[in-house]
């Protein structure tokens, strides 16, 4: 009894010191609207002669990542007041704060030898007084724009939380020459559009480059026997290989996110089948049997649930199942066809191609079909691909009578813009970010 | 059971050899297709840059003598336009606070003369139709408020040179700074004609909201809600932004809650001062809980 009574009388006093202290002042501060945050990314420092001009390419390729990724606003070098001319201390914190910069890169190149180059950077919080970040990153001289790729990948990571994506690559389908007479060649490039190669000829016809979650091999289909096969390619080496030889066509190849397994469409006989092919056996597993079409399959990054889409209701639709095929369920139910879903790897969405009243649309989902939001609309966008930390997607849009393009745009649906790649292409692939 | 081993000996060598089989062939690596490796070291944990001692009141015109002695002896001096400029423009920044009295001089002649009235809450969260009244009323308490040394003809001409230039660089800055401007104009109002209790609450949001970057995009962002505790001086700025014990624990575990929460004490140190908080008050407002709710924008098919 006593006990009970002691214990109330704590309580009562532990809800009267929890209520005075309580009694301050609190606000709440609810905001939805979006603006980049104010970076200033001046010129790096250079130590040896050779480390011109990359203080300044460095310092402007990292700029330019992180305007296009809509999230920052690189501040025009001619408002700078202070020239810091040493790495090794603290910049005066107000002469970056009377230009309103939130963020500060400094960085210092140093010409190591004839080939190499070190590169020292360093991410100031202008407002909180302090570091944010340091690295030092060493490479050949003409390897270069990774150095700054990594340094824009690590400001990303420390100011969103968010892994960065700008070192990476993009396969595509580079399209030239009239439609009648149309060349399609594979193609590589960095996600920044510079560095494009042609990884494969141009005679015979090529679609749907698929990347190795984190090898550099990619699966494609090719036309090169006479009918649409899947084929592997090593980029580095340029060897490729047909995956098998099965009955009917196979198409849309997908890799497991652990690289064992590759997903594809069998049509045999116009009925198309989701299968999995095993890399080390070398064998075939149906996972769907429905008499309509299943095709564009896509896995979780956990690997166990696969996305594919289905006409099996009627209109093609949005379909989740377990990884060995069971559970299929139904995930989008809205009007208009959906098709080509592609799992985000970060795991919580599913973007898609959705056509509907003569027009074409990427949009997002929720993996259980919630919460369905359009991205982009025109009169023709297609086939979404995720960038390695599922922030961003490309995908192709043709105007009516015009050529494709790749665009990219925010999975918020900010940021649409045209991808630089040289000319006409489509099918984009972005691969996983580079070691 | 003595059969295990060699079975998964020989079952490993088989589906290696399998594999290299499969995957094999000659290794020519073409040149450009190399991936070249980047070497990287993390310094920030062994070596950050010396920082002064903690200074909680920024002096502009006083750069630590820790800063002076690099940039004399710094190794690269070749372009020579970089000394001038800091000095510079330091100058204007100055200005700011001893231009107004001039400012408000002139502003009466612009803006119509409308005796100043009380405001309520409601008139000042409609911010456009007061402005113009408000300026100039609010800048005429300024100078009562804390009379300045009269500012020189240059220090003037310095001002509205900066700030026109700063203007046509970069509006958007522009407009927001003005904007905040606006909003602490339209709160001495309020605070000279009484409407305390509720209105400098909504100053201090409104101050805070235009410097806070919501995580946009982030998994889940409208579970990102951070609590910061701001202890303020009596002159109303902010000396400490930390987060609360339960938004400290969800950022150490959270990247994505760990940035979120960057963000809201970025925001608060940017807001650096709430100079228009009643002194006489400053007993409630000494310590105040700030919340931070990222709100996802109303989704619109776009057309």
């Known amino acids: ?435 | 059971m003595k059969l295990g081993l060699p079975i998964s000996v020989v079952l490993h060598v088989a589906f290696i050899g399998g594999t290299a089989l499969h995957w094999g062939g000659e290794v020519v690596v073409k040149d450009e297709l190399r991936i070249i490796p980047v070497e990287i070291v993390n310094i920030s944990d062994i070596s950050s840059a010396p920082r002064p001692a903690p200074v909680p009141t920024p002096k502009p015109d006083a750069p630590e003598p820790i800063e002076e002695a690099p940039i004399e002896e710094a190794p690269i001096e070749e372009e020579p336009i970089e000394e001038a400029p800091p000095v510079q423009n330091v100058e204007p920044d100055v200005g700011v606070d001893d231009a107004p009295p001039e400012l408000a001089k002139i502003a009466p002649v612009v803006a119509e003369s409308d005796s100043p009235k009380p405001f309520t809450t409601s008139e000042l969260n409609t911010e456009t139709e007061t402005v113009t009244e408000t300026v100039t009323a609010a800048v005429e308490e300024n100078v009562t408020a804390k009379p300045k040394k009269p500012a020189s003809l240059e220090d003037l001409f310095g001002l509205t040179q900066s700030t026109t230039q700063d203007y046509a660089e970069n509006n958007e800055s522009g407009l927001s700074r003005t904007q905040s401007e606006k909003n602490r104009e339209q709160i001495d109002m309020a605070a000279r004609e009484g409407e305390l209790s509720t209105s400098y609450e909504d100053a201090v949001m409104r101050r805070v909201y235009n410097q806070w970057q919501i995580p946009a995009g982030a998994p889940d962002m409208e579970s990102l809600v951070v609590t910061v505790v701001v202890d303020l001086s009596s002159e109303g700025r902010v000396t400490s932004a930390r987060l609360s014990k339960d938004s400290a624990s969800k950022a150490a575990s959270d990247p994505f809650y760990n940035s979120a929460a960057n963000s809201a004490i970025r925001a608060v140190n940017k807001a650096e001062t709430f100079e228009f908080l009643p002194y006489d008050q400053y007993a409630k407002w000494q310590s105040m809980t700030l919340t931070f709710y990222p709100k996802n924008a109303p989704s619109s098919v776009p057309t």
């Not at chain 1, 202290?21 to 420092?45: C, G, H, M, N, V």
């Not at chain 1, 002469?95 to 140093?110: K, N």
């Open chain 1, 1 to 435: 009894m006593i006990r009970t009574f002691l214990f109330a009388c704590i309580l009562a006093l532990s809800v009267a010191i929890n209520s005075s202290a309580s009694a301050q002042i609190s606000i709440d501060i609810t905001k939805s609207e979006i603006e980049p945050t104010r970076i200033a990314i001046p010129e790096f420092l250079r130590q040896g002669a050779g480390a011109s001009p990359y203080n300044k390419d460095i310092a402007d390729v990292i700029s330019a990542d992180l305007e296009r990724s809509g999230l920052f606003e690189p501040l025009n070098r001619s408002a700078f007041v202070e020239t810091q001319t040493s790495l090794d201390f603290e910049p005066v914190w107000q002469s970056w704060r009377v230009i309103d910069a939130e963020v500060l890169v400094s960085g210092r190149v140093v010409e190591q030898d004839a080939n190499t180059i070190t590169v020292e950077y360093r991410l100031w919080d202008v407002f909180g007084n302090r570091q944010l970040d340091a690295a030092r990153l060493r490479t050949p001289k003409e390897n270069w724009r990774r150095i700054a790729h990594k340094i824009s990948d690590r400001i990303y990571n420390a100011l969103t939380g968010e892994k960065g994506y700008f070192d990476s690559r993009i396969v595509y389908i580079s399209e030239d020459g009239p439609k009648t007479e149309r060349r399609k060649r594979l193609a590589i490039m960095d996600q920044d559009g510079a560095n494009q190669i042609y990884l494969v000829g141009g005679s015979d016809l090529v679609l749907t480059p698929r990347f190795h979650p984190n090898k550099q091999r990619i699966a494609f289909l090719s036309y090169e026997t006479g009918r649409p096969e899947v084929f592997l390619m090593d980029i580095a080496t340029g060897n490729r290989e047909r995956l098998g030889r099965f009955d009917g066509m196979t198409t849309s190849p997908q890799f497991s996110p652990d690289g064992k397994n590759l997903l594809m469409t069998r049509m045999v006989r116009g009925n198309s089948d989701v299968f999995s092919y095993n890399a080390a056996s070398g064998k075939l597993k149906a996972l769907t049997k429905s008499p309509g079409i299943d095709t564009s399959p896509s896995y979780s990054p956990d690997g166990r649930k696969i996305v594919f889409n289905s006409s099996r209701g009627g209109k093609p639709q949005i379909y989740v199942m377990n990884a060995d095929g069971s559970g299929v369920k139904r995930i989008s139910f809205g009007s208009g066809r959906y098709t080509a879903p592609s799992w985000s790897p970060r795991g919580d969405k599913i973007a898609f191609t959705k056509s509907e009243g003569g027009k074409f649309h990427i949009g997002v989902m929720d993996v259980d079909g919630s919460n369905e939001r359009l991205l982009t609309g025109s009169y023709l966008d297609e086939g979404p691909t995720w960038s390695p930390n599922g922030r961003v997607l490309l995908f192709t849009r043709e105007t009516r009578g015009g050529q494709p393009y790749v665009w990219s745009v925010d999975l918020t649906g900010r940021n649409l813009r045209k991808v630089e790649t040289g000319g006409s292409a489509s099918d984009p692939a972005w691969g996983p970010t580079l070691k």
